[in-house]
């Protein structure tokens, strides 16, 4: 049995990632979801264990003492890290695997994982990705402010991905994912076809 693809999706805060993660999750079944680690508090419609795994400092310390993340990162304040047994039992299984990852967590599993199918959203302009986050009406005005700042940096190493994909319109985004998707599971190193002697 062929491994499955681990697919990190990545970019600024605000491009969309998440949507898309959602999009793919519920229209293709041989995806699973990476629940990443965080000690930043739940947003309203958050369920630990099922959105995130949420902890305390002292709790993210010990994980990481104990070498349990493929990635780990400090993004807007606040840690993350991906659960390195979690995510590769189920690579080794046969299950495909999504990361929605900030671009610092991708670039870490880019390098772990060489295999890794890096997957970069692009907003189709700064101004588009600031009305966004205000429009999310979750973060502080400063908030947004930083996260606008970090994501200059993070755009500027986009060509370090894979594929970029700019999300103008929600649809032809998904429409793009999903083709790079197609193709990735059609790649030799995956797909593992068996040819009867003669056709049914």
Do not use: W
């Amino acid at each position: 049995m062929a491994e499955g693809m681990l697919l990190a999706l990545s970019g600024p805060s605000g491009a969309g990632k998440g949507t898309l993660a959602a999009m793919l999750l519920r229209d293709d079944p041989s995806f699973r979801f990476s629940v990443s680690a965080t000690t930043r508090g739940p947003r309203g419609h958050e369920v630990h264990g099922q959105h995130y795994y949420f902890m305390d400092e002292t709790g993210f310390d010990r994980a990481l003492a104990q070498g349990l993340f493929l990635e780990y990162a400090t993004v807007h304040g606040h840690r993350y890290g991906t659960l390195r047994e979690h995510v590769m039992e189920q690579v080794i299984g046969g299950f495909n695997v999504l990361l929605d990852v900030d671009p610092q967590g991708a670039r870490s599993v880019m390098a772990a994982e060489p295999s890794c199918v890096s997957v970069f959203i692009l907003p189709p302009s700064y101004e588009d990705l600031a009305e966004r986050l205000r429009a999310r009406n979750t973060d502080r005005p400063d908030e947004i402010q930083r996260r606008l700042m970090n994501a200059r940096g993070e755009i500027a190493q986009m060509y370090l991905y894979d594929y970029i994909i700019i999300n103008d319109a929600v649809g032809s985004a998904y429409d793009q994912l999903r083709a790079v998707v197609l193709a990735e599971k059609h790649r030799s190193s995956r797909f593992r076809p068996e040819i009867p002697e003669k056709q049914p």
